[in-house]
Nanobody
Framework: QVQLVESGGGLVQAGGSVRLSCAASGRTFSTHFMGWFRQAPGKEREFVARISSGGGSPYYSGSVKGRFTISRDNAKNLVYLQMNSLKPEDTAVYYC?????????????????WGQGTQVTVSS
């Protein structure tokens, strides 16, 4: 069992930066693949980024590639999402998720555990 708690969200101006953190409980965190998803008002939840259990093979959606960076610290049971050059369209609730394994890591059904989400609002 893995429990996830996101933090770091808030209000930021366009062009600014925010770093989200996701704290995981459980001794098996380092064996789980991790992902970030987001859900904007009135829209479906969408994939943002994912990273392998060892911290390699990061992969991003086209809309955030080059602006966002996913990373993890297995010693601290933390996964991060560094978000730079933020745009108003990045406004959403951001969720971290953990998967025992995945094929692509870009689909919600591949993930076994979810956090409660943290709001990021980007003002223009």
């Amino acid at each position: 069992q893995v429990q996830l708690v996101e933090s770091g969200g808030g209000l930021v101006q366009a062009g600014g930066s925010v770093r989200l953190s996701c704290a995981a409980s459980g001794r098996t965190f380092s064996t789980h693949f991790m992902g970030w998803f987001r859900q904007a008002p009135g829209k479906e939840r969408e994939f943002v980024a994912r990273i392998s259990s060892g911290g390699g093979s990061p992969y991003y959606s086209g809309s955030v590639k080059g602006r966002f960076t996913i990373s993890r610290d297995n010693a601290k049971n933390l996964v991060y999402l560094q978000m730079n050059s933020l745009k108003p369209e990045d406004t959403a609730v951001y969720y971290c998720a953990a998967a025992i394994s995945y094929y692509s890591g870009i689909y919600q059904y591949e993930y076994d555990y979810w956090g409660q989400g943290t709001q990021v609002t980007v003002s223009s």
